[in-house]
């Protein structure tokens, strides 16, 4: 699958990270600098999307099939790649998204122990070649993590979103190293931003990585 222009943003980290807030700060940022952006996440974005994602994280759902759970990250993704990423990067904006297959390589590929050939074969189906243009990985210690995701579990309205918090500490403690080794692996492209300090620290971090793409890549 193939686009031009545009500059494709993902936020990566477990639970509890601060990915949802430092993903709106970029957002305001980006759009105070004049630049269209789309903001997505996984799995959701579009309608068909939203429904998937009631069925994966359903904490009622606990019976949910490893390879059943694979596939249907897969759908919510091939829906929202089709609908909502590529078009807005063929239109030359800026894409945030909260999650993308590093998600599935270190959930479902590490943690589920499925490994990461059938993950990355999925994905020429679903995505073909398209790849972030960079990853921020919101790296936190395991507790503070779990910690951070069960008060927002507790306090959140609306249907309960809680079926993968709800996963062992091993299953998190794989995910974490997941995705620890996949930024060892792909430096230049997935950036670790250690997500310990204050927002307005990690910030910063995330800007001083995308601000430099931002001169290069075909954007408005």
């Given at each position: 699958?193939?686009?031009?222009?545009?500059?494709?943003?993902?936020?990566?980290?477990?639970?509890?990270?601060?990915k949802t807030t430092q993903i709106r700060l970029l957002r305001e940022r980006l759009m105070r600098e004049g630049?269209?952006?789309?903001?997505?996440?996984?799995?959701?974005?579009?309608?068909?999307?939203?429904?998937?994602?009631?069925?994966?994280?359903?904490?009622?759902?606990?019976?949910?099939?490893?390879?059943?759970?694979?596939?249907?990250?897969?759908?919510?993704?091939?829906?929202?790649?089709?609908?909502?990423?590529?078009?807005?990067?063929?239109?030359?904006?800026?894409?945030?998204?909260?999650?993308?297959?590093?998600?599935?390589?270190?959930?479902?590929?590490?943690?589920?122990?499925?490994?990461?050939?059938?993950?990355?074969?999925?994905?020429?189906?679903?995505?073909?070649?398209?790849?972030?243009?960079?990853?921020?990985?919101?790296?936190?210690?395991?507790?503070?993590?779990?910690?951070?995701?069960?008060?927002?579990?507790?306090?959140?309205?609306?249907?309960a979103e809680s079926r993968m918090d709800d996963q062992s500490v091993e299953f998190h403690r794989a995910v974490?190293?997941?995705?620890?080794?996949?930024?060892?692996?792909?430096?230049?492209?997935?950036?670790?931003?250690?997500?310990?300090?204050?927002?307005?620290?990690?910030?910063?971090?995330?800007?001083?990585?995308?601000?430099?793409?931002?001169?290069?890549?075909?954007?408005?």
């Open positions: 699958m193939t686009r031009r222009g545009g500059l494709f943003i993902t936020f990566e980290g477990t639970d509890g990270s601060g630049y269209e952006v789309v903001e997505t996440a996984e799995p959701g974005g579009p309608p068909i999307g939203v429904q998937i994602r009631r069925i994966l994280l359903d904490p009622a759902n606990q019976e949910l099939d490893p390879r059943a759970e694979l596939l249907l990250y897969f759908a919510s993704r091939a829906q929202n790649v089709a609908e909502c990423i590529v078009p807005a990067l063929k239109a030359g904006k800026v894409v945030v998204c909260d999650r993308f297959t590093d998600s599935t390589v270190v959930y479902q590929g590490a943690g589920r122990g499925l490994g990461q050939e059938v993950v990355e074969a999925l994905h020429q189906v679903a995505c073909g070649t398209l790849q972030p243009d960079i990853t921020l990985y919101l790296d936190i210690d395991l507790e503070t993590s779990l910690d951070r995701a069960r008060q927002r579990n507790e306090s959140q309205a609306g249907p974490r190293d997941g995705y620890l080794k996949l930024a060892a692996r792909e430096p230049g492209r997935v950036r670790v931003i250690d997500a310990g300090h204050d927002a307005a620290t990690v910030e910063q971090a995330i800007w001083e990585q995308v601000a430099p793409l931002l001169e290069t890549a075909r954007v408005r």
